[in-house]
């Protein structure tokens, strides 16, 4: 199996997020991960989940969010 048979043997997220980079908190968390958006704001303060904070802004960039769903 080549390295882009292997990428789209197994899909980590839904194939409507194809051509994102980075997400907002609530996408990550709430839409993506199921989370409420308190608990989704909790882990990226904590580092739970893989977020930068930009200004007043978190950002959650797509290869990080995929390596923790990929475990």
């Known amino acids: ?3 882009s048979e ?3 043997a197994w899909r980590v997220l839904d ?6 980079s980075t ?3 609530e996408e ?6 199921g989370l409420s ?5 909790a882990a990226a303060n904590s580092g739970e989940l893989p977020a930068i ?3 007043r802004r978190w950002i959650v960039p797509r290869h990080a969010l995929e390596r ?3 475990g």
């Not at 990550?28 to 991960?33: D, P, T, V």
């Not at 958006?37 to 704001?41: G, M, V």
């Open 37 to 41: 958006k308190c608990s989704a704001y």
């Open 23 to 25: 997400f907002t908190v």
């Open 68 to 70: 923790m769903l990929r």
């Open 15 to 20: 194939q409507r997020w194809d051509g994102r």
């Open 53 to 55: 904070r930009v200004g």
């Open 28 to 33: 990550a968390g709430c839409e993506i991960l």
């Open 6 to 8: 292997s990428t789209t």
């Open 1 to 3: 199996m080549t390295n």
